[in-house]
């Protein structure tokens, strides 16, 4: 029996267990952190993907040569 054989009274059970454990009040700030937890990670995402496409925008920039002027000629 594996941890993937729980099924839904298993789960229950386990919730229980929890809430009388912990009490109400400390399980929801836990998942209120949980959820904090949860939105800074898809920020940090979002914002290394920027990061890895502003690097990538730059490296890709127009490096053709510019064209010289007479001033530059002489």
């Known amino acids: 029996m594996g941890i993937g054989n729980i ?14 454990l912990f009490g109400r009040g400390k399980v ?10 949860i939105t800074a ?9 920027e990061e890895i496409e502003d690097k990538s925008a730059t490296a890709a920039r127009d ?8 001033k530059d000629k002489a």
């Open 7 to 20: 099924g839904i009274p298993g789960l229950i059970l386990i919730a229980v267990v929890v809430l009388v």
């Open 41 to 49: 990670f898809k920020r940090g995402v979002a914002e290394g993907k």
């Open 63 to 70: 490096v053709t040569p510019e064209e010289k002027t007479e």
């Open 28 to 37: 929801s700030s836990l998942m209120g952190e949980v959820g904090k937890g």
